[in-house]
């Protein structure tokens, strides 16, 4: 008879969800923490979100990763490279990030090139500690030099493409999927496209609004649901027909 296997601790199997040798960072949610290898966002690794719409979703995702990032690195800086708009600053404020370490680079004409190349330098700059790159265009081939550069110099990075992206080969050990939904229990559902490990049976659902904002929604749908209850009549009006009829029938009996 065969002699039997025996697995070793650093050994993965592809039926289960793969450690990381790598620095995990807290994505601020646990159920998104609990899908993801080694408990959170890859430190060291290219991170490939796809979204429809650039700009909506991406600071509610990874705004309380890189706000503890923030808090844990006070003299380092995120660079933004290629962003859609420039960043708010309140509504990054409630998000508890600090707008003055945030260092935005833009192309005077969106060129791709220009900003892959400032997405590198940033990569390889000992005072940022996270990169956030929008790069719809990019190919896999500049796509596996940024996942080479961000394992070399440990950096956290973020790569945002549009939805068609998902067709494509793709370096990077994690891609997502978001999709904008209007739900009470979240905004936001998250698919998980590739990981190290079995594939997700069902997507994610969070709710990445700020916490006040979703005290503040809260607040507002139990003000409604009692405003429609002092105005909602005790019996619907036809059974308040209903109802005097019986009683007149019953005067008259």
Same mark, same amino acid.
Request: proline residues 8%.
């Given at each position: 008879?065969?002699?039997?296997?025996?697995?070793?601790?650093?050994?993965?199997?592809?039926?289960?969800?793969? +450690?990381s040798r790598l620095q995990a960072l807290d994505t601020g949610d646990?159920?998104?923490?609990?899908?993801?290898?080694?408990?959170?966002?890859?430190?060291?690794?290219?991170?490939? #979100?796809?979204?429809p719409q650039a700009g909506q979703h991406e600071w509610g995702l990874?705004?309380?990763?890189?706000?503890?990032?923030?808090?844990?690195?006070? +003299?380092?800086?995120?660079?933004?490279? +290629?962003?859609?708009?420039?960043?708010?600053?309140?509504?990054?404020?409630?998000?508890?990030?600090?707008?003055?370490?945030?260092?935005?680079?833009?192309?005077?004409?969106?060129?791709?090139?220009?900003?892959?190349?400032?997405?590198?330098?940033?990569?390889?700059?000992?005072?940022?500690?996270?990169?956030?790159?929008?790069?719809?265009?990019?190919?896999?081939?500049?796509?596996?030099?940024?996942?080479?550069?961000?394992?070399?110099?440990?950096?956290?990075?973020? #790569?945002?493409?549009?939805?068609?992206?998902?067709?494509?080969?793709?370096?990077?050990?994690?891609?997502?999927?978001?999709?904008? #939904?209007?739900?009470? +229990?979240?905004?936001?559902?998250?698919?998980?496209?590739?990981?190290?490990?079995?594939?997700?049976?069902?997507?994610?659902?969070?709710?990445?609004?700020?916490?006040?904002?979703?005290?503040?929604?809260?607040?507002?749908?139990?003000?409604?649901?009692?405003?429609?209850?002092? =105005? =909602?009549?005790?019996?619907?009006?036809?059974?308040?027909?209903?109802?005097?009829?019986?009683?007149?029938?019953?005067?008259?009996?």
């Amino acid at each position: 008879m065969p002699a039997e296997l025996s697995w070793g601790p650093g050994v993965w199997r592809a039926g289960e969800l793969g +450690g990381s040798r790598l620095q995990a960072l807290d994505t601020g949610d646990a159920a998104l923490n609990a899908v993801l290898p080694g408990g959170g966002w890859p430190q060291g690794a290219l991170v490939e #979100v796809l979204q429809p719409q650039a700009g909506q979703h991406e600071w509610g995702l990874v705004g309380p990763a890189l706000a503890g990032l923030q808090a844990a690195l006070p +003299g380092q800086l995120l660079v933004l490279t +290629g962003a859609p708009c420039q960043p708010f600053g309140p509504a990054l404020g409630a998000r508890q990030l600090d707008m003055s370490r945030l260092l935005c680079v833009q192309s005077a004409q969106g060129d791709g090139p220009a900003l892959l190349w400032a997405t590198r330098e940033a990569l390889q700059c000992a005072d940022v500690a996270a990169v956030l790159a929008w790069l719809p265009d990019v190919r896999s081939a500049h796509l596996r030099r940024l996942q080479i550069a961000a394992h070399a110099h440990n950096k956290l990075l973020f #790569v945002f493409r549009t939805p068609r992206a998902q067709q494509e080969s793709s370096p990077a050990p994690l891609r997502l999927l978001l999709e904008a #939904v209007n739900q009470e +229990g979240g905004n936001l559902r998250v698919h998980v496209l590739k990981r190290r490990g079995p594939p997700l049976s069902a997507p994610l659902l969070l709710d990445t609004r700020p916490a006040r904002l979703t005290a503040l929604l809260a607040a507002s749908r139990e003000r409604a649901r009692l405003k429609r209850e002092e =105005t =909602t009549p005790l019996f619907p009006q036809a059974n308040v027909h209903a109802l005097l009829d019986r009683i007149a029938h019953l005067d008259h009996h």
